[in-house]
């Protein structure tokens, strides 16, 4: 599934397109803050994350095209990282699937992580199947845990340890 993506960092000249992926109202109304970000404010967060030594911001590639972001925190040989991601909005059925599939490969190859750790608002359907189909186990349910527009959220937390994804990839 993965043969013809790349996966790599995100560079300063990706920013328009993230910010614009970021914005979308698709992906804005699942994050945990859902304002519309401004460039100054985008180009901000990026110059302090780039300078976490724990943090991988990275692009997923299709033949040279842009098809995603995904980001690692907590990152360091044999821990436990949280993840996050978005699609490029408007992509064809089954960018996620192989986004997701190319960043926990390179989640347990490159950065030998133990586990990945995911949380998905209970209402973002698209997201928990997401999960389910990369092989993550539910591991508990946060309730009104996010405060967003006056609105308690409920959070889904999932896990995914590195024998796990071997055993998903090799289909046992
Ligand atoms: C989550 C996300 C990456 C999934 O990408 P995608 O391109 O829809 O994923 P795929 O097409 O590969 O589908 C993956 C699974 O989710 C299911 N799915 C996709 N959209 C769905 C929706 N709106 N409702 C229910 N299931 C959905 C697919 O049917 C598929 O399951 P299946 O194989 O059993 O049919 C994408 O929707 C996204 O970027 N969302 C906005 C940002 C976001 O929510 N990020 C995660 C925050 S936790």
Same mark, same amino acid.
């Given at each position: 599934?993965? &043969? /013809?993506?790349? !996966?790599? +960092?995100? !560079?300063?000249?990706?920013?328009?397109? =993230?910010?614009?992926?970021?914005?979308?109202?698709?992906?804005?109304?699942?994050?945990?803050?859902?304002?519309? !970000? $401004?460039?100054?404010?985008?180009?901000?967060? @990026?110059?302090?994350? =780039?300078?976490?030594?724990?943090?991988?911001?990275?692009?997923?590639? &299709?033949?040279? +095209?842009?098809? *995603?972001? =995904?980001?690692? $925190?907590?990152? &360091?040989?044999?821990?436990?990282?949280?993840?996050? @991601?978005?699609?490029?909005?408007?992509?064809?059925?089954?960018? *996620? $699937?192989?986004?997701?599939? +190319?960043?926990?490969?390179?989640?347990? *190859?490159?950065?030998?992580?133990?586990?990945?750790?995911? %949380?998905?608002?209970?209402?973002?359907?698209? $997201?928990?199947? @997401?999960?389910?189909?990369? *092989?993550?186990?539910?591991?508990? =349910?946060?309730?009104? %845990?996010?405060?967003? /527009?006056?609105?308690? %959220?409920?959070?889904?937390? @999932?896990?995914?340890?590195?024998?796990?994804? %071997?055993?998903?990839?090799?289909?046992?």
């Amino acid at each position: 599934m993965t &043969e /013809n993506l790349l !996966i790599r +960092s995100m !560079i300063e000249d990706d920013l328009p397109m =993230v910010l614009a992926w970021r914005n979308h109202p698709e992906v804005r109304r699942y994050m945990f803050t859902h304002h519309e !970000i $401004s460039l100054a404010e985008h180009t901000q967060w @990026f110059m302090r994350a =780039v300078q976490d030594n724990a943090r991988r911001l990275l692009i997923v590639q &299709e033949q040279g +095209s842009p098809i *995603g972001y =995904v980001q690692f $925190s907590n990152v &360091e040989p044999g821990g436990v990282a949280d993840w996050g @991601f978005y699609a490029r909005p408007e992509a064809a059925k089954g960018t *996620g $699937s192989k986004l997701g599939a +190319s960043a926990l490969e390179h989640a347990f *190859g490159q950065l030998k992580l133990h586990k990945v750790c995911g %949380q998905a608002i209970d209402t973002n359907q698209a $997201s928990i199947r @997401f999960h389910e189909r990369l *092989g993550f186990k539910r591991e508990g =349910v946060l309730r009104d %845990q996010k405060r967003m /527009n006056e609105q308690y %959220q409920t959070l889904i937390c @999932f896990g995914l340890l590195a024998h796990e994804w %071997q055993a998903h990839t090799q289909g046992t």
